[in-house]
Structure formats: structure tokens, C-alpha cells
């Protein structure tokens, strides 16, 4: 899945040690003219086995290597260890070498049984979709843990007038590098995980924008809906749904319907934010997007995108709406605290510069 913005459209997921060892000489050797002493970009594609220590004796200082590390941090969307990057012996080829594996690791994480690769089925500026998102034995996994649940009824958070009534399980909270292996009965939610992981274009950089994922499942009947919304605050940086029921009637509701830009109406909306949003809505002239919920879709929305889960029609009969719901969000003591990449440049070189926090 290589969503606009990844990294892995600019270098390919099959990326070898070599063109990793490529890159990195671009980034430190390229543009010319190249200071005097310092290698030419052919010179140190023949030197990969070259050590940090000895490429400052060739003119590339400790700020210049450290930004390089945190430049490519940045581009693959990667995390060196901070130890590996503070050794005098790491060579050029070890750091090539880590790139790799990544790139490398991901292209093992998006291949599907048989082959296949899971590619959007379609998406906007503010969402995702991916169809057929899980395997069938995870699917059918995670439906069993749906069903096991127990459930609380929930009035609206919207207009628990209109809206009617939801049933939801107890929530629970992941940290955003959590991994489980095939067949671990975690395997579906790190699924999950990684594709919120892979799609940066909607939730930004995995650590970063965001540092957990917090999840429910939960179960719409006949009747009702949930009114407009845009899920801001909270530290939220995009919501995911991934529909769990086992079929869809075309006529039985339950859309999820998006506008696809910003209305601008945050989480701060003086009254009461629904009528913010509805009458932001009525001002705009874009058209609504009408996505379906059918069995293992995962949609995924950018936080602040106004949106609406339409009716479940009585022609449902005994059928529910039932999905797993979540957000990648950034929490309290992380936004309080935050870790610049000029503050890190800074620890990892042994001075620290102030960071105004506001």
C-alpha cells in the first residue's frame, strides 16, 4: 500500500543494501561542488565498508552525519537506534544495511496469502479505503472476538435524541510499535496497526504525530446512527473502521458519509459542535462521499473530517452494524513533551538546545 507521501514511493520496497549505500551518498555528497578533501559520490560507492570515524578524516563532520541519519529517518520514515547511531565504529554499510531490512520488512508485511499485495481500493484527500483488508482466517478471528465481547449500551455522544442507541465493548489501548506474529491471536489488531502505520499521508509519522492506538468494537441496530462528528482533540490524528458483520444489504443503511476537505470547525467550536459542523456543511458546495460498509473494509479518516454514520435501516431485521473502531492519537504526556528533531539532534551531539513548549 503505497500511499501519496511514502516513502516507499520514492524508494522501492525491494531496495538492495546497494542502492540504500546509493542514497546515502547522494544525501551527503550531492550537490556539488563538494568541500576539498571530501570523497567523490563514485569514490564512496566503491567505500561502503567506510566507518563513521573515518569519514571524518574526509571532511564530514558530526552535525553533517547526524543530520544525514535524521534526513533519512525522515524520508523512509524509519527510527535508527540512537545507540547504533553514536558508535565511532558503525560503517556506512551497517546504516545501508538497516535501511534494507526496513524496506525490506515492509514490503514482507503488505504481501497477502497467494502473493497478493493489498493495494487502496479507493481513497480522497482525507481517507483511505482497503477492501479484502484481512486474510480469511483473520477475519474470522476477529469476528469470533467481536462476538465473545461483552457489550455496554451507549447513548449518543451527538444527539442522543435522533441518534438512538450503540452497544460497545471495553477499549483497549496498543502502543504504536506493537507487532504479532501469523496465527498470534493479536495478528488482526497488528494488522491494523500497520496499516495505520503505513498510511502517514492520513496520520502522520508513527512516534511522532502519533505514539498509540485506541480501539472498541462496536454494534449499530436497526434505527440507529451517530450525527455529524469530526472526532478532533484528544490528541487524534485519524480514526480507522474496519466492518466486522458478516454481510451487507445494499438497502439496510449504515453508510459512513465524509465530506472530503477541511471545514475548518475544530474541536474548540463554541455551542454545540454538531450544529458547528452541520452548519458549516450547509455552507459548502462540495458533495458527500457515501462509503459502504461492507465485510473487512478498513476505512481510514483523517482527524477534523466531518462525518456521519447514516441510519441502520429496519430492513435489516436482526442484523447490526459491527465494526472495530479506533484512533491513532498522540497522548497527553507526549504532546507535553514533545521530541523535536532538533532537540534529538541536539542530545545525540552532547548539547541541548531550549525548545519552547506551548
Not at 5 to 10: A, E, L
Not at 266 to 294: D, K, M, W
Amino acid at each position: 500500500m503505497n500511499a501519496p507521501g511514502s516513502p516507499f514511493c520514492r524508494v522501492t520496497p525491494s531496495a538492495s543494501v546497494e542502492i540504500c549505500v546509493g542514497l546515502i551518498a547522494r544525501l551527503l555528497f550531492l550537490p556539488e561542488p563538494r568541500p576539498a578533501g571530501r570523497p567523490s559520490f563514485a569514490e564512496f560507492l566503491f567505500s561502503p565498508a567506510m566507518r563513521y570515524d573515518e569519514l571524518k578524516n574526509l571532511g564530514v563532520d558530526s552535525l553533517a552525519w547526524m543530520t544525514l541519519l535524521t534526513d533519512l529517518e525522515d524520508l523512509l520514515r524509519i527510527r535508527f537506534d540512537d545507540a547504533l547511531l553514536l558508535a565511532d565504529t558503525i560503517s556506512v554499510n551497517d546504516v545501508a544495511q538497516v535501511m534494507a531490512e526496513v524496506l525490506h520488512r515492509d514490503e514482507a508485511s503488505r504481501d497477502l496469502p497467494g502473493g497478493e499485495v493489498r493495494r487502496a481500493s479507493s481513497c480522497g484527500e482525507r481517507y483511505w479505503i482497503i477492501d479484502d483488508f484481512l486474510s480469511v482466517d483473520e477475519f474470522a478471528a476477529l469476528k469470533e472476538t467481536m462476538c465473545n465481547a461483552k457489550y455496554t449500551r451507549i447513548a449518543s455522544v451527538v444527539s442522543p435524541a435522533l441518534d438512538g442507541f450503540a452497544l460497545r465493548s471495553s477499549g483497549k489501548v496498543l502502543a504504536h510499535d506493537t507487532h504479532a506474529p501469523p496465527g498470534d491471536p493479536d495478528a488482526p489488531i497488528a494488522s491494523i496497526l500497520r496499516a495505520v502505520r503505513d498510511t502517514p499521508t492520513v496520520y502522520g509519522r508513527a512516534g511522532e504525530d502519533w505514539t498509540i492506538v485506541s480501539f472498541a468494537f462496536w454494534q449499530y441496530p436497526p434505527g440507529a446512527r451517530l450525527g455529524w462528528h469530526n472526532d478532533t482533540g484528544e490528541g487524534r490524528c485519524g480514526e480507522f473502521v474496519l466492518y466486522l458483520h458478516e454481510e451487507w444489504g445494499p438497502s439496510w443503511g449504515g453508510e459512513l458519509m465524509l465530506l472530503d476537505r477541511d471545514l475548518g470547525v475544530g474541536a474548540s467550536a463554541s455551542g454545540n459542535p454538531a450544529f458547528a459542523l452541520e452548519a458549516a456543511l450547509n455552507q459548502s458546495q462540495s458533495e458527500l462521499t457515501a462509503i459502504v460498509p461492507r465485510p473487512n473494509r478498513l476505512v481510514m479518516i483523517k482527524a477534523g473530517t466531518a462525518h456521519f454514520i447514516n441510519r441502520v435501516d429496519a430492513s435489516a431485521g436482526d442484523a447490526r452494524r459491527c465494526s472495530l473502531t479506533g484512533f491513532a492519537s498522540k497522548r497527553v504526556r507526549d504532546q507535553l513533551d514533545p521530541e523535536s528533531r532538533l532537540e534529538r539532534l541536539g542530545v545525540l551531539m552532547g548539547w541541548r538546545p531550549k525548545v519552547q513548549v506551548s
